[in-house]
T-cell receptor
Framework: DVKVTQSSRYLVKRTGEKVFLECVQDMDHENMFWYRQDPGLGLRLIYF???????EKGDIPEGYSVSREKKERFSLILESASTNQTSMYLC????????????????FGPGTRLLVL | DQQVKQNSPSLSVQEGRISILNCDYT??????FLWYKKYPAEGPTFLISISSIKDKNEDGRFTVFLNKSAKHLSLHIVPSQPGDSAVYFCAASASSSNTGKLIFGQGTTLQVKP
């Protein structure tokens, strides 16, 4: 079974703090993704990575950065947390391959609920 | 611009009846579609998928139908059980993008009443 773990389930931070969210997967997947989930907005892609040290912006990258120094680990960084970054953050991983060949399934971690005060 | 839309935010059905969740998409390049289920305070879990070369895929109580001409897919759950109560997300992907990115809908909250 694919296992994706996230460093914290719940986190409370103050405005202006630097926040690190860590994600680790144990299935040797090339692709890793960071999403945020907000009511009525679904899952929105923040950043993704298809290889070590590679990163691509998603749909809402502003205010975030990422780091992928090892294949199994993908970190999301909030440089200066703001109240509008209060959300559920979800990490996912998948095999690198053509989605049409059935390789597009992403496997998610349990999520980190972040509250910024 | 929402490329994948789930127009019903919520759905309530009686236990034992059929649940039908709908999803529309606008990008004709999408060729792989997935449904995920999410319980509160947990990450989404993969439920079922379908490739554009098919129009139906079945797995136990779950069936996904794809109508390419209408750019519409639906998830049927028969019979519905109280444990099916969750948020359901549809997602789509385009092979041509070769990035593995999925585009998600807004989600539909299903409540199955005993």
């Amino acid at each position: 079974d694919v296992k994706v773990t996230q460093s914290s389930r719940y986190l409370v931070k103050r405005t202006g703090e630097k926040v690190f969210l860590e994600c680790v997967q144990d299935m040797d997947h090339e692709n890793m993704f960071w999403y945020r989930q907000d009511p009525g907005l679904g899952l929105r892609l923040i950043y993704f990575s298809y290889d070590v040290k590679m990163k691509e912006k998603g749909d809402i990258p502003e205010g975030y950065s990422v780091s992928r120094e090892k294949k199994e680990r993908f970190s999301l960084i909030l440089e200066s947390a703001s109240t509008n970054q209060t959300s559920m953050y979800l990490c996912a991983s998948s095999i690198l391959g053509l989605a049409g060949a059935g390789l597009g399934t992403q496997y998610f971690g349990p999520g980190t609920r972040l509250l910024v005060l | 611009d929402q490329q994948v839309k789930q127009n019903s935010p919520s759905l309530s059905v009686q236990e034992g009846r059929i649940s039908i969740l709908n999803c529309d998409y606008t990008n004709s390049m999408f060729d792989y579609f997935l449904w995920y289920k999410k319980y509160p305070a947990e990450g989404p879990t993969f439920l079922i998928s379908i490739s554009s070369i098919k129009d139906k895929n079945e797995d136990g109580r779950f069936t996904v139908f794809l109508n390419k001409s209408a750019k519409h897919l639906s998830l049927h759950i028969v019979p519905s059980q109280p444990g099916d109560s969750a948020v359901y997300f549809c997602a789509a992907s385009a092979s041509s993008s070769n990035t593995g990115k999925l585009i998600f809908g807004q989600g539909t909250t299903l409540q199955v009443k005993p």
